[in-house]
Each structure stands twice: as structure tokens, then as C-alpha cells.
């Protein structure tokens, strides 16, 4: 048996190299552009880059025939005219050739990629602020932001410039001597990007290099990143106890119980023993892996079964062009090919993220596998809610994550056991609209089919593939069907779950003490569980009938008649009903409306209808849980007076944990740029004229 010498060994190693994978990650990570790391070392480069800039654009009349401000003086009108700032060229030049670097792009590709970006940026820029179609490009970024893609992004920007007439259409040299220009002005004012031919006799490339002190501002600041940020993983001890905001956790690692602090809250924390208390009691319990259901997991995983919700391993092939090659499709049948492959693209792009998110939970189960036991440190958010660090492979995660886990340490299921995975395994399932003495019926029927479905998971009848919670649900069919065997004192060790009902509104009912929105989110004991989300839908139907039709003139786009025939369920309302707590606005909850209906049937003109609904949706919930949304109401004229008196809103919990929310404005300046229509934001320092690049030796 490993000593405890050698396993403190084994985890400071651990945490060696939590530290190394998060260094390495920001440094060869293709989004290191507009990283912390980054921005923060531009910062220091953007003033004298800018003036270099401003000169040129803007010269003064006896500097106008010296220099690069004469050679690319066209250019320099070409911008100057739609009155570029300086300041966001700046920026994406610094961008750009910090990316070229890093992805050791030739100095012409370079030129090249920059004059694509300053052109779609200033022509999205004056077409978002001015002009008969501001709200339409508006929307079209909004619609984006949550895009997957850069070069899918770009493409509908590109697309829909050209569609309303905003293009600029500059030519691909046009592009190139804007890029050119841009570049020669960054490298000759800065001092830290230069110029380097690579390569023998004729065959040379020119490429951009960083200077020695600026790779070393990027290394440091890649090292300190990492020290915050580091890329967290279980720990084979026990975690260090907190009896502070800064003394538990790991052994090596520095890390404070709350990511956020407010000035002077750190101190108001010295007194909340209970707080302490309960974080170290999540931190001592000890998991493993759960080898059973790991092993079917992997088999599917390598044949690519896509069973369980796990994604495809391969992408999604495009559509089939409906034109035969060599022809030109007319503009209709174009249209709709392109919309179908841009749906096939983001999900692609989609599938690229819930790829990597399974190879790294079964990634770290294959490495703990081998451990007795492993724990998860945890941390606060500054409400005082408990989070495991770590990411895939947590109590916390997703179906996959989750069900990979199980407890250490296992006791005898005995009678009141059975009965408890009975009911965890019809809530997994999604049978737990009814009482839990329905949902062991439920099991007790369904046995034969649960006992397949652990016995023999991927050549079965896969019952358990149509489960909520499909990983989940097996992993308890596997622990009910070796339970039956042995009987009452059959050791388990598997998490039972318990969730509770929009929590947010529980918190609001139990507060205002109000008996019916107690029993709307199940705070009280009923013999059926109450439904808030279906309560909520069937007063939306209600309260259609009292809302005045909109667009008589057009019957088939009435949005009441469209939801009267079509009805609103649960699924439909669930998220407003979840996020009304948190104070999500009518406008997010007819964008939450509108995002639902994308996914069920498609893209459509979902915004009016949606725009309809929303309102009545948040009347629906006030009457369901009218207490609550009193409750709300109250909290936001609060918030209002505290914004107007300019003070912050601050209370200490039952527990002791103070809680402040003090949200402060940056000083300096915010340059911002437009890439794929997503801002890239900048914040500068003020009054930073030089650029200097003094750094510590070592960290």
C-alpha cells in the first residue's frame, strides 16, 4: 500500500502539472490572440502604435511628403476618408501580427488577412451605428454571438454587408497595401515586432518576429495566467481544510475560496465557521471511478455508437448540392443550400466542444482508475454557491462526467436503500412527474427491462438510451440489478441524486412564506409533485384569449392564432420560469422563446410571435407565484435607489457569509473592434505613452 509520503509526493507532481498543461494550452492555443495574456502585453504596445497610425492617416501638413505617410499616402485617403480611428486600427494590427506569429503566417498573408479584417470591421461599424438598416445588423450580431465559428461568423458578415449594400469591395491588392501599410507602421513604431527573412539564397519568406523582451512579456504572462487559471484536476489527498479565504484547497496551488471579492469583504469572511464547515465536508469526500459503467462507456465511445447523447465522431457531412456540377443554381435553390450548410457547419463547430468534453472526462477516469480514492477541492461564487474545481469529470458536470463517478467509501443499501434507487431511477429515467411511491411502481414494472439494460447495454434492447439522463439511468440500473441479487446488505456505492424545483422561486416562496408558491415549487409536502413549468403553460393558454389580436390583416401571421392552435407546453416556458429569479428581462425571455423554437422546428420568422408571447408568459408567472414576483419587484426598486444613491447592495446570510455586489467601471480607454460581428474589446491605461517592457525574472 502506497505511503502517505509518496502520495504528497505523487500530488505536488499533480499540481506541477496542472500548472504546465495551462501554460502550454494558452501558448499554442489559436485563441491566445485575444487572451489575457495577450491583450495585456498589447496594451503596453497600442499608444505608440496608434500615433504611428494617426500620423499617417492624418499627417500634419509638413509631414505629409515624408515617410510611409507619403509612400502610402492612397491608402492612407482610402481610410482616412471614412475616418478610421487610430486606435482600432491599432488594435487589429497587433492583433493580427501577434497571430501571425504564433501560426507562423508569411508576411504577405499577413498583409492580406489584415486588410480582410479592417475592411469588414469599418464597414460593419459604420453599417451597426448608422443607416436605414441599423437594427437589422444589430440583430444579425446578436444572432451571432453565440457562434462557434470566426470563419462562419465572417462568412455571414460578409454576406450580409454585401446583401444591404455596405460592402466596401475592396479588391484583394486594395486589401493588401491597407494590411501592408497598417503593419509597416506597427513595426516601425513599436520597436518589439520586426521584420525576419527565413530561408536560403532566393528562397526566403519574409515573417514577422517578436522581440526577445516581448516573447518574454508574452511567456511571463502566460506563466501567470497559468498560476491563476490553472488547469485544476482531483486531488489523491484530501484537500487542505480552509479555516480562511486562502488557506485550503491544494497543497501548491495558490487559490481563494471565492472568486470574487468586494472591497473590504474579504475581511467581514474571518467569522462564518459554518461556511468552512460545509465546504470542508465536501472537500473530505472521497470518490472513485465507476469501472462498470466506464467500460461500456469506452465501447461506445470507440465504435462510435452516438448512443446516450454522446456526439458523432466524425462531422456531419455537407448537403448534397441539388444542381449537377458545372451548372450555375438559380438564386432560390442557392439560398436554401446555403442556409442547410451553415446549419450542418455550426453544428460541427458544436460537436467539436462536446467531443473534446467526453475525451477528457474518460481521459482523467482512465488516469484515476487506478486510485483508491481522489477528492474535489471546491470553491464559492460570490451568492455562496458550492463548485467542485475541475472540469468534465465533476459531481457537477454533465450525464457523461457524472455517472463515471461514484463514493469511495460504500455502505449496506438495506430496505430504505432500495427504495431511494427506485426513485432515482425513475427520476434519471424522467418518469418523476408523480409520486415517489408511483415512480418504485414504475421500477418494479419496468425491472426486466432495466436488468437488460445492465446486463447486456449495447447489444440489449437499449432501454436505457431513451432515459433524461441516459448514463446516469444505467449506471443505476447496473447498482438495482446487482442489489437485487445480493439483497438489503449489498454494499453500494452509488450518488442519489435529489434536485429541488426552480430553486430561485424556492428561495422567493420560503422568504415570503407564502403557502401557494410553496406548493408550486414543491416546498411543501404533496402527495403529487407540482409542476411550476406546466402550471405556468396552462395559464399561458388562459391568458391568450385576453390579449388583442395583432395584424388582422393577415390571418396566417396572427401571433395569438398561432399559438392557440399551436399550444405552449412546459418545455416552451421552462427556461423563463427558471431565469425570472435571476432577472432575466422580457426581451431575454422572448429570445429564450425564440432559440426554443429554432431547435424544434427550425428557423422560421419566430421573433414576432415570440415578441407576442413574452409578455404574457411573464404575467403567467406572476400569477402562479405572485408572492415571489412581489418579492422581485420589491428587490429591483432596492437596487434602483442603491444605483441612484450610487452605493452597493450588501447582507450577511444566515451562515455568516457576507455578500456584496459592488460592480465598478474600468478606468482608461475601451477599444473595441468588430470580428465575425463579435466585439473585441481592449482596455488601455491612461495617459501610457511609451512602451516599456520591464518584467520579472521568474515568477
Not at 482600432?88 to 508576411?107: G, K, N, P, T, Y
Not at 401571433?559 to 426581451?587: C, E, F, H, I
Not at 429570445?591 to 421573433?607: A, F, H, N, P, Y
Request: net charge negative; proline share 5%; charged share 25%.
Amino acid at each position: 500500500m502506497e505511503s502517505i509520503d509518496a502520495k504528497h509526493e505523487r500530488q505536488i507532481e499533480r499540481e506541477g502539472q496542472c500548472y504546465r498543461d495551462a501554460r502550454d494550452g494558452l501558448l499554442e492555443s489559436s485563441t491566445l490572440v485575444d487572451s489575457k495574456v495577450v491583450i495585456n502585453v498589447a496594451e503596453q504596445l497600442l499608444a505608440d502604435a496608434a500615433a504611428s497610425i494617426e500620423t499617417w492617416l492624418y499627417p500634419k501638413p509638413f509631414e505629409a511628403s515624408y515617410g510611409y505617410a507619403r509612400k502610402h499616402g492612397t491608402t492612407a485617403g482610402l481610410l482616412s476618408n471614412i475616418e478610421a480611428d487610430p486606435k482600432e486600427l491599432a488594435w487589429l494590427a497587433l492583433r493580427v501580427a501577434i497571430s501571425s506569429v504564433a501560426r507562423r503566417q508569411a508576411w504577405p498573408s499577413a498583409c492580406s488577412a489584415l486588410g480582410r479584417y479592417v475592411e469588414e470591421h469599418l464597414a460593419w461599424t459604420v453599417a451597426e451605428s448608422a443607416g436605414d438598416h441599423k437594427q437589422y445588423f444589430k440583430a444579425v450580431a446578436k444572432s451571432l454571438k453565440k457562434s462557434t465559428s470566426e470563419h462562419h461568423s465572417r462568412a455571414v458578415v460578409r454576406h450580409t454587408l454585401r446583401k444591404k449594400n455596405m460592402a466596401y469591395s475592396w479588391t484583394p491588392k486594395m486589401q493588401i497595401q491597407v494590411g501592408l501599410a497598417l503593419l509597416t507602421c506597427l513595426v516601425d513604431s513599436t520597436g518589439h515586432i520586426t521584420q525576419v527573412r527565413v530561408g536560403k539564397l532566393k528562397k526566403t519568406k519574409l515573417f514577422l518576429e517578436l522581440s526577445v523582451e516581448l516573447q518574454a512579456a508574452v511567456a511571463y504572462g502566460a506563466d501567470a495566467e497559468a498560476l491563476v487559471h490553472p488547469r485544476n484536476t482531483p486531488m489523491i489527498l484530501p484537500p487542505v481544510k480552509w479555516t480562511d479565504t486562502q488557506d485550503g484547497g491544494y497543497l501548491t496551488i495558490r487559490q481563494e475560496l471565492m472568486n470574487r471579492y468586494a472591497e473590504g469583504q474579504r475581511a467581514d469572511m474571518a467569522v462564518m465557521p459554518e461556511v468552512y464547515d460545509s465546504i470542508n465536508k465536501l472537500q473530505d469526500t472521497p470518490w472513485r471511478v465507476n469501472e462498470d459503467l466506464l467500460v461500456v462507456l469506452k465501447e461506445s465511445w470507440a465504435n462510435n455508437d452516438q448512443i446516450g447523447g454522446l456526439p458523432a465522431r466524425e462531422n456531419t457531412p455537407m448537403p448534397a448540392k441539388t444542381w449537377a456540377e458545372g451548372e450555375l443554381p438559380d438564386t432560390e435553390e442557392l439560398t436554401k443550400w446555403k442556409r442547410k450548410a451553415a446549419r450542418v457547419h455550426e453544428e460541427n463547430a458544436r460537436l467539436v466542444s462536446k467531443r473534446m468534453a467526453v475525451d477528457s472526462a474518460l481521459r482523467q477516469a482512465d488516469e484515476l482508475l487506478r486510485e483508491e480514492d481522489f477528492y474535489f477541492v471546491y470553491m464559492l461564487d460570490w451568492r455562496g454557491r458550492a463548485y467542485p474545481l475541475g472540469a468534465d469529470l465533476t459531481p457537477q458536470t454533465a450525464d457523461v462526467g457524472r455517472s463515471i463517478l461514484e463514493f469511495a467509501e460504500g455502505k449496506p443499501i438495506g430496505d430504505a436503500g432500495f427504495y431511494w434507487l427506485a426513485v432515482h431511477l425513475a427520476n434519471t429515467f424522467g418518469f418523476d412527474k408523480c409520486s415517489n411511491a408511483d415512480r418504485v411502481k414504475w421500477v418494479l414494472k419496468n425491472e426486466e427491462r432495466i436488468s437488460e439494460s445492465a446486463t447486456d447495454p449495447l447489444d440489449g434492447g437499449a432501454f436505457w438510451t431513451q432515459a433524461d439522463k441516459p448514463w446516469s439511468f444505467l449506471a443505476a440500473c447496473q447498482e438495482w440489478t446487482a442489489a437485487r441479487v445480493v439483497g438489503p446488505s449489498y454494499v453500494t456505492h452509488l450518488p442519489i441524486a435529489q434536485d429541488g424545483s426552480a430553486n430561485g422561486l424556492q428561495h422567493f416562496a420560503a422568504l415570503m412564506r407564502d403557502q401557494g408558491s410553496a406548493e408550486a415549487v414543491n416546498l411543501v409536502k404533496l402527495d403529487k409533485p407540482a409542476d411550476i413549468y406546466q402550471r405556468v403553460a396552462d395559464r399561458v393558454t388562459e391568458l391568450l384569449d385576453t390579449y388583442p389580436l395583432i395584424a388582422p390583416e393577415d390571418p396566417d401571421n396572427i401571433p395569438r392564432t398561432y399559438w392557440s392552435n399551436q399550444g405552449v407546453d412546459r418545455g416552451l416556458v421552462k427556461r423563463a420560469v427558471m431565469t425570472v429569479p435571476y432577472g432575466v428581462t422580457m426581451y431575454g425571455i422572448r429570445d429564450q422563446l425564440v432559440t426554443e423554437m429554432v431547435k424544434r422546428e427550425g428557423q422560421g420568422d419566430w421573433m414576432p410571435r415570440c415578441t407576442f408571447l413574452a409578455p404574457i408568459v411573464v404575467e403567467a408567472i406572476g400569477d402562479v407565484v405572485s408572492a415571489a414576483s412581489a418579492a422581485m419587484e420589491w428587490l429591483k426598486a432596492v437596487a434602483e435607489a442603491a444605483k441612484d444613491a450610487e452605493a452597493c447592495l450588501s447582507w450577511v446570510t444566515p451562515v455568516g457569509l457576507p455578500v456584496v455586489q459592488d460592480y465598478r467601471k474600468m478606468a482608461g480607454t475601451k477599444v473595441e473592434v468588430f470580428i465575425g460581428a463579435q466585439h473585441k474589446r481592449v482596455n488601455t491605461k491612461p495617459k501610457r505613452a511609451s512602451t516599456t517592457m520591464a518584467f520579472p525574472t521568474e515568477l
